[in-house]
Nanobody, 129 residues
């Protein structure tokens, strides 16, 4: 069982930065993708950024490209989400997710919530103007 614990959320002003962390249990070897999702008030959960476990390919939602960066520290089993140039619309609960994804038709869908069964408890990010 993969256990995920997020941290690093907080309140910032528009244009500010935050770095989220997701500490994973040793069972991370049973995953091939680790990702960040977010869910704003009254909205559906959406994929933000994803990365192949151990480093490599990344995927980003169009809304965060150029502003957010996903990275990993393999020695610490930790995934990070560096968020720069934050906007009020980035306000949401941010969740870390991990799983062993199966390609469909040769394609991967690491930003789909349905691909994941392991989730953290979330960390709140609030951006005010």
């Amino acid at each position: 069982q993969v256990q995920l614990v997020e941290s690093g959320g907080g309140s910032v002003l528009t244009g500010g930065s935050l770095r989220l962390s997701c500490a994973a249990s040793r069972a991370i070897s049973s995953t091939n993708w680790m990702s960040w999702f977010r869910q704003g008030s009254g909205k559906e959960r959406e994929g933000v950024a994803a990365m192949v476990t151990g480093g490599g390919a990344t995927r980003y939602a169009d809304s965060v490209k150029g502003r957010f960066t996903i990275s990993q520290d393999n020695f610490k089993n930790t995934v990070y989400l560096q968020m720069n140039s934050l906007k009020p619309e980035d306000t949401a609960m941010y969740y870390c997710a991990a799983d062993w994804l199966i390609s469909r038709g040769g394609r991967w869908y690491p930003l789909d919530t349905s691909e994941y069964s392991h989730w953290g408890q979330g960390t709140q990010v609030t951006v005010s103007s």
